[in-house]
């Protein structure tokens, strides 16, 4: 083989492997968010904000995707508004803004997942909005916290979830004399800025495991042997609190939920499982393995209450399915009649069956937004239950990304970093300048310069402007090409709020030659692969 031949394939190599790198915003290649697939795009009626997740790998076999795990913030057209790669370490998840001391803020899990156990690992983090890390939430009485939970209540007290195993007669459920270990599932209320202990509850002190879901097993993940392996016959998924001061949990793997007293932790009710429920529950109001529960309204007298909550209707674990797909729930309960009864129920796009995971959040405007949890995909529905948007959390070929809540908000954000810019000059002499700002929503508009180093110092040229078009705007300019020939030239962009203000610079960056970025390039082909044809004949 000639040199000549080897240097051909090198920059075939070179070009293919370009031509099939991520190049989905040219000033930041480092960034692969997901790709949001919309089966229905936003209608005018949809609430203001944006869209809150946190995709991750399906945990059915042969899932894809995506290449980037973790936090994200979306417009209603797909477009990234925030990546929080490296801001956020490990797994992600319950990614949404929320109040602290009147301040809005952003919180997130971070940690790792234990999927077989039903447990995670890590902590509780706030950000600012400029995505810096204000405060780090850990349980009290030397728990470990699970991502659950994370429900900040007026602003100053929240709600964490926290498992502990705790050794003790299995007996009575079928346990040999080696099986001694459970889950006690628990949740603490916590001063935000303290870390003080408020209250803290747990599940095997109130509730006896002998009408759970899942019996003991042999062996397995539940099988009770140890402390890693305890039985997880209850499973808090959510906790929530009225303004009484008492709490509302979701017992995933009792598939119930109960009213706890906050004074003492006594039992107020019980709504569904096997056996033991308060309220008498017919065919429509039947649910099953249940996510995010939440308080919503009570009469004057206390006799009626409604409960929001996420509907499953079925388990990872085969033989546990109530209803073919998942669904939203708002129910009423009457105690003086001991009923519950439907209020409205909210039926997903194409039948999504969520095995685990989910959230519904009612939006001020009297919307609902669901998150579908192992179905990977978001819906906005009408308070009539109109669907007014819908979007799976990543497309092709990524398949089966999943996100354990997701949210819709309003939000304002500061990026920490500085404006990213690349800048290009065409074989045909035009100049393209590409800049992005991660986090940032208030650019409006960018301005160009030329900044030329000279004998006495630098010469700054406006070269033009252009408005913001989503996480990455395109600048051209003809006029310009000519000038950027020299090593001594560079390119800088100004970030401009809608009053024209200045709101931050990039560095002065160097121009660079097209013949490593394919889509500037005259020899892409179609759907923007080079032919090697084409390259030969540049050589």
Not at 310 to 325: E, R, Y
Not at 345 to 369: C, E, I, M, R
Request: a negative charge; hydrophobic letters at 35%; aromatic letters at 12%.
């Amino acid at each position: 083989m000639t040199r000549r031949q080897i240097c051909l394939l090198t920059l075939v190599s070179q070009l293919a492997s370009l031509a099939t790198a991520d190049w989905q915003y040219r000033s930041r290649p480092d960034l692969s968010p997901p790709k949001l697939n919309i089966t229905v795009p936003a209608a005018a009626s949809t609430a203001p904000g944006y869209i809150f997740t946190a995709p991750y790998l399906g945990f059915d076999p042969g899932s894809t995707g995506p290449e980037q795990p973790g936090a994200y913030i979306f417009t209603n057209d797909g477009d990234l508004v925030w990546s929080a790669t490296g801001y956020l370490a490990g797994w992600v998840a319950d990614f949404g803004p929320t109040v602290v001391d009147g301040r809005l803020v952003l919180r997130a899990f971070q940690g790792r997942l234990d999927a077989p156990h039903g447990r995670m690992y890590g902590d509780h983090v706030l950000l600012d909005d400029h995505y810096e890390a204000i405060k780090t939430i850990r349980a009290g009485s030397h728990r470990l916290v699970s991502c659950h939970e994370f429900q900040v209540l007026e602003g100053e007290t929240v709600l964490i979830e926290t498992p502990v195993s705790i050794p003790t007669d299995l007996s009575p459920y079928g346990g040999d004399e080696n099986q001694t270990w459970v889950v006690t599932n628990g949740f603490q209320e916590l001063d935000i800025q303290t870390g003080q202990v408020l209250f803290e509850w747990y599940s095997y002190d109130h509730v006896s495991p002998k009408y759970t879901h899942f019996p003991l097993e042999e062996t397995g993940p539940f099988g009770g042997r140890s402390s890693f392996d305890a039985w997880n016959y209850f499973h808090i998924n959510s906790v929530d609190k009225d303004d009484e001061g008492n709490y509302l949990v979701s017992a995933r793997n009792y598939a119930a939920i109960f009213k706890i007293n906050g004074s003492d932790g006594a039992i107020l009710w019980q709504l569904g499982g096997r056996a033991g429920s308060d309220f008498e529950v017919p065919a429509s109001v039947q649910f099953a393995h249940q996510h995010d529960a939440r308080f919503r309204s009570r009469s004057a007298d206390g006799t009626i209450e409604q409960i929001s909550f996420f509907d499953n209707a079925m388990h990872t674990v085969p033989g546990h399915t109530l209803n073919p797909f998942s669904r939203a729930r708002i129910v009423e309960l009457n105690h003086t009649a001991g009923t519950a009864s439907e209020v409205r129920t909210y039926t997903p796009p194409d039948a999504l069956a969520t095995k685990s995971q989910g959230n519904v959040q009612l939006l001020a405007n009297g919307n609902v937004f669901v998150n579908w949890g192992q179905a990977g995909a978001v819906t906005e529905y009408a308070e009539d239950g109109e669907v007014l948007f819908h979007a799976y959390l990543d497309s092709e070929p990524s398949r089966n990304v999943q996100s354990y809540r997701g949210f819709r908000a309003e939000w304002t954000g500061f990026s920490p970093e500085e404006p990213a810019v690349l800048a290009v000059r065409s074989q045909q002499g035009r100049l393209t300048v590409y800049v992005s700002w991660n986090g940032d929503t208030e650019t409006r508009t960018w301005q160009f310069y030329l900044v030329v180093s000279e004998r006495n110092g630098q010469v700054v040229k406006s070269i033009g402007k252009a408005k913001r078009t989503g996480f990455e705007t395109v600048f051209t300019s003809q006029v310009a090409a000519s000038l950027v020939g020299e090593e001594s030239v560079r390119v800088l962009a100004e970030a401009l709020d809608s009053r024209g203000r200045s709101l931050g610079k990039s560095s002065a960056i160097r121009v660079q030659n097209d013949a490593f970025y394919p889509w500037e390039s005259a020899n892409v082909g179609v759907n923007g692969q080079y032919s090697s044809d084409q390259i030969r004949l540049e050589l």
